[in-house]
Each structure stands twice: as structure tokens, then as C-alpha cells.
């Protein structure tokens, strides 16, 4: 059974800090990691990962892949109080040859900023 | 600009009710799911549709059907309602085969009493 989990459950920080958080997954067939924020409704796509080592950023957020060591990261830099968010890592496997876009979740990760 | 329509945000119901909720995506995506988000479990998959009429089960399914007859539309069906189905239900789509990003709707937030 493929699992996803993700640390911490729970972030409390002040703006400005530095967050870094963890997303580890036992798959078979790896596909692809992505990273969802979401806020008071829909979760809303971050980043998708598919090769080792190589940084994906996107203002102050990046995320790296580490395929051998089955683990993600998502980094967030000075952080503001808008980035309170859960954060959701979800990875896609491969079964009989494809997917169909099928994603496991992780139980994510709740991120507070205070001012 | 993409778009997953959810067709209640909250809803009420009572246990052994039959419950349907509907989905509806503008954007020609093959692939449509429905999840359940319950506080320190993430986003469970229920089921989800890779085509009209196709249907395949997700990792928590008892308790649960789907129906899609048209593209655009993904129905989730609890045929018997009981308060442990009480939840936030998401429903998402995405294009072709492979997970390129899931577009989620708003979410229906479910009371089973």
C-alpha cells in the first residue's frame, strides 16, 4: 500500500522565519510528488517534482526531491502571515502502466504565522 | 480560467438518508475524483473516473457509489448516510494520464446527524 507522511503536523512561526517542511513516501512504481497549499477552501497546486536534485522555486517557496532517500521538502523564506496554510504532499505511482492521475495524500502539515 | 463547481458548500443530512453530491468541471479533463478530508488524515481518495462511464475505486470506498454519465459531471452517492461519513468532501480533476496537477473544487462540508 503506497503511504505519504508528512512533519510536523502543526507549525506555529512568526514572520520572517524560515520553515522547512518534510514529506517522505514508500511507493511502488514512483511517478511524481506534488505540493498543494490550501487555504479556507480548495487546495491549489505548488509544485510537481519528478527528478532527483533538482530545485523547483516559485517567489520565497522552493521544493526539492531526493528519489533515493524517498523524501521531499518544501522550503518557505521569510515567511507572512498570508502563507498560514495546510500544506499537502501527494505522490503519483504507476499501476499496470499508468496512472490516470491518481494521487496518495499525505496527512498534512498546518502552518500558522503570527505577526 | 479552470473551473471544478461543488454543488453545495455545506449540507445536512440526516443517518440513512440517501445523498448525492455533484461535480461539475468546465475544463474537458478525462480524470475526475472524489476525496474526503478529515483533521490529521490529509485527503483520502474515494473514488475516481478516468473516462465516461468508468469508474474505479479509491482506498476508502465502503459506504460510498459514484456516477459519471458525462464528462463534465461526477457524482458522489452515499447510499445510506451514517455520522461517521460526516466530513469535507473534495472533488478534483485533471487532464489525459498522468497526475499532471488536480484541480480541486471549493469542497462540500458534510453533517451526517
Known amino acids: 500500500e503506497d503511504k505519504v507522511v508528512q512533519s510536523p503536523l502543526s507549525l506555529v512561526v512568526h514572520e520572517g522565519d524560515t520553515v522547512t517542511l518534510n514529506c517522505s513516501y514508500e511507493v511502488t512504481n514512483f511517478r511524481s510528488l506534488l505540493w498543494y497549499k490550501q487555504e479556507k477552501k480548495a487546495p491549489t497546486f505548488l509544485f510537481m517534482l519528478t527528478s532527483s536534485g533538482i530545485e523547483k522555486k516559485s517567489g520565497r517557496l522552493s521544493s526539492i526531491l531526493d528519489k533515493k532517500e524517498l523524501f521531499s521538502i518544501l522550503n518557505i523564506t521569510a515567511t507572512q502571515t498570508g502563507d498560514s496554510a495546510i500544506y499537502l504532499c501527494a505522490v503519483e505511482a504507476i499501476a499496470g502502466g499508468t496512472s490516470y492521475g491518481k494521487l496518495t495524500f499525505g496527512q498534512g502539515t498546518i502552518l500558522t504565522v503570527h505577526p | 480560467d479552470v473551473k471544478v463547481t461543488q454543488s453545495s458548500r455545506y449540507l445536512v443530512k440526516r443517518t440513512g438518508e440517501k445523498v448525492f453530491l455533484e461535480c461539475v468541471q468546465d475544463?474537458?479533463?478525462?480524470?475526475m475524483f472524489w476525496y474526503r478530508q478529515d483533521p490529521g488524515l490529509g485527503l483520502r481518495l474515494i473514488y475516481f473516473s478516468y473516462d465516461v462511464k468508468m469508474k474505479e475505486k479509491g482506498d476508502i470506498p465502503e459506504g460510498y457509489s459514484v456516477s459519471r454519465e458525462k464528462k463534465e459531471r461526477f457524482s458522489l452517492i452515499l447510499e445510506s448516510a451514517s455520522t461517521n461519513q460526516t466530513s469535507m468532501y473534495l472533488c478534483?480533476?485533471?487532464?489525459?494520464?498522468?497526475?499532471?496537477?488536480?484541480?480541486f473544487g471549493p469542497g462540500t462540508r458534510l453533517t451526517v446527524t
Open positions: 478534483a480533476s485533471s487532464p489525459g494520464l498522468a497526475a499532471l496537477q488536480q484541480y
Open positions: 475544463m474537458d479533463h478525462e480524470n
